[in-house]
T-cell receptor
Framework: GAVVSQHPSWVICKSGTSVKIECRSL??????MFWYRQFPKQSLMLMAT?????????EQGVEKDKFLINHASLTLSTLTVTSAHPEDSSFYIC????????????FGPGTRLTVL | QKEVEQNSGPLSVPEGAIASLNCTYS??????FFWYRQYSGKSPELIMS????GDKEDGRFTAQLNKASQYVSLLIRDSQPSDSATYLC????????????FGSGTRLQVQP
């Protein structure tokens, strides 16, 4: 089956620094990738939709200047958390719609970000 | 506000019992419904998907969908301690956007 990778799997950084998270599709080309975050004991919340070759679409309340998304190729999307603060500490997951139909969804393994 | 609602639990059942997890959704345009299991610190994994009214069975799991009542449930028969996890209900609409909307999850505890 399709495989999605994320790197790094976990990262600890100091407040004010920037962190880049990569999401790669290993088996198919993905024109769209969804970025979610999950705070402890809460659900996955959609942050933005990453579109290959065009600008990302951000959900209401998500700062696009803080969470920079670059869909550089059909197999790679990156999420950069700029000037990270402790409240950005979360579990970040990318989810890819599958190539064969709209009911398929492939999950990345997630990236645990801790900002000190 | 389009929402997916679940009881946060914890739902505690003895080993071997049936666990019943419920979910309601607000968007009548929802077309696809999913149940995911999530262990602490891990990404969710798909258990069941259901698209039409009625029941769908897969092993110990049965998903039930009632679009008129905007209700979807998951039954787990012969519950095992390894089933202890958080169960997320998710829906997607027919808009073509394909992004999933998740409920907040129900934590299930299966007591040995």
């Amino acid at each position: 089956g399709a495989v999605v990778s994320q790197h790094p799997s976990w990262v600890i950084c100091k407040s004010g620094t920037s962190v880049k998270i990569e999401c790669r599709s290993l088996d198919f080309q993905a024109t769209t990738m969804f970025w979610y975050r999950q705070f402890p004991k809460q659900s996955l919340m959609l942050m933005a939709t990453s579109n290959e070759g065009s600008k990302a679409t951000y959900e209401q309340g998500v700062e696009k200047d803080k969470f920079l998304i670059n869909h550089a190729s059909l197999t790679l999307s990156t999420l950069t958390v700029t000037s990270a603060h402790p409240e950005d500490s979360s579990f970040y997951i990318c989810i890819l719609p599958g190539p064969s139909g709209y009911n398929e969804q492939f999950f990345g393994p997630g990236t645990r970000l801790t900002v000190l | 506000q389009k929402e997916v609602e679940q009881n946060s639990g914890p739902l505690s059942v003895p080993e071997g019992a049936i666990a019943s997890l419920n979910c309601t959704y607000s968007d009548r345009g929802s077309q696809s419904f999913f149940w995911y299991r999530q262990y602490s610190g891990k990404s969710p994994e798909l258990i069941m998907s259901i698209y039409s009214n009625g029941d769908k069975e897969d092993g110990r799991f049965t998903a039930q969908l009632n679009k008129a009542s905007q209700y979807v449930s998951l039954l787990i028969r012969d519950s095992q301690p390894s089933d202890s996890a958080t169960y997320l209900c998710a829906v997607s609409t027919s808009t073509g956007r394909r992004a999933l909307t998740f409920g907040s999850g129900t934590r299930l505890q299966v007591q040995p």
